[in-house]
């Protein structure tokens, strides 16, 4: 994702956003807490956080987005090759 909006013809018209950004806020014990902020038009369009079990390996509460939960799911999967344990 990224900027396409007016720049794509096939990225939709729609009042929807243009980017996802990921960050680990916080990784304690069996728990990782992902922060996401929704962009659109380069300014704020949305934020939240969903919560990762490692012991259950998978979101702790399902996100009302299901696509933001599974762009949510690659980033710590991502993550969780690079650390797989928490520091």
Known sequence: ???ARGKCARFPQSAGPDAV???IARDSDQKIL???AVERNHGPHAQGSIEYSRAA???AAPESDSLIEKQAGAYV???LRRRPTSA
Do not use: N, P
């Open 21 to 23: 950004r990921f960050t």
């Open 57 to 59: 390996g998978k979101f």
């Open 77 to 79: 999967a991502s993550y």
């Open 34 to 36: 992902v922060s996401f």
């Open 1 to 3: 994702m990224g900027y």
